[in-house]
């Protein structure tokens, strides 16, 4: 019997000491939401959209209500979800209408030919297979607000070009949430979501829902979540870069250091990863102050292993 595992994260960044406690809560109770599937049977696809959308409902952080305004003043969100079994993805980007963008990628995956929507479409493929739109405003927080007000009168913009030549990138906007998981069929899965970072260009989709960036998943190797800065990541393939190092000789936890060295050392990145293979082998690195993250299995459990970290 295949004992299921379900690996969470809510961004790497320099998380504050004041902010600790509710990163801790919200990736415990997101863990707690996919185990809860994975314990029922459920596939570790059911499990990853119900631990990222409880991150989604959580305010904490950087995905669906409480994530940062973009330019001008509104939410945009992008998610991925992917199967390591058929190799199926669904994603959404810069949908401004919906609470849970995970789980409309959940639509595309099951019920289109086509792997991403984006804008309208994407939020009109997902009210016709019965997900309800919400008004913007909804999804956006006074805290959000008073946050995107500051930047802009510090005329901050968040572009790569920006950072590109400093030694030490930002790392004050980096809550990206995620999760892989593996189920009791022997299948691993992975999601993504993000409301991206402060002051984005309007339009602009980061890494986390593109295909091999920001999430990927295959049976043959791994699943893998990013969070961080995006455009490195987008430029490396990161997650698919990771997942296809990991072998039965070379495992997730030697792999999860190995990319993020690469992403420094190459693009001058910052960030974390989650890795999972079939073998309920986990990965874990970050070379930001902290990276929320939990993990459930039964092993762990019995352990005292599934408290998060940083």
């Not at 809510?10 to 406690?21: L, R, V």
């Not at 995006?230 to 698919?240: H, I, Q, S, Y």
Request: aromatic share 6%.
């Amino acid at each position: 019997m295949i004992d299921p595992v379900i690996l969470v994260h809510g961004g790497a960044w320099a998380i504050p000491d004041e902010a600790c406690t509710d990163h801790r809560r919200g990736v415990e109770r997101a863990a707690a939401a996919g185990w809860a599937a994975l314990a029922k049977g459920a596939s570790a696809l059911d499990a990853v959209e119900d631990a990222v959308a409880v991150l989604e409902d959580d305010e904490t952080f950087d995905a669906g209500r409480g994530s940062f305004l973009n330019r001008d003043g509104k939410v945009q969100l992008d998610s991925l979800i992917m199967c390591g079994d058929s190799l199926k993805a669904g994603g959404v980007g810069c949908v401004e209408h919906l609470r849970n963008p995970v789980r409309a990628a959940r639509l595309v995956l099951e019920k289109s030919p086509h792997c991403y929507f984006v804008a309208e479409g994407a939020e009109r493929f997902a009210e016709e297979h019965g997900m309800s739109l919400i008004e913007n405003e909804e999804l956006v927080l006074p805290r959000e607000v008073e946050r995107w007000q500051n930047a802009a009168e510090q005329r901050y913009l968040s572009l790569p070009a920006e950072f590109a030549g400093d030694p030490e990138p930002p790392m004050n906007s980096h809550d990206t949430v995620g999760a892989v998981a593996l189920d009791c069929h022997g299948n691993i899965a992975g999601a993504t979501s993000t409301g991206g970072t402060l002051n984005k260009a309007p339009g602009r989709v980061g890494d986390s829902s593109l295909i091999g960036c920001g999430c990927y998943a295959d049976n043959e190797t791994a699943a893998a979540s990013t969070t961080g800065w995006g455009e490195p990541m987008m430029k490396l393939v990161l997650a698919k870069w990771a997942a296809d190092r990991v072998t039965a000789d070379v495992g997730p936890r030697e792999v999860a250091p190995a990319a993020i060295h690469y992403l420094k050392r190459r693009l001058n990145g910052h960030g974390g990863i989650i890795l999972l293979d079939r073998r309920g082998r986990i990965g874990i690195a970050h070379n930001t102050p902290r990276m929320a993250w939990a993990m459930q299995s039964q092993i762990a459990r019995e352990s005292g292993l599934s408290c998060p970290a940083w």
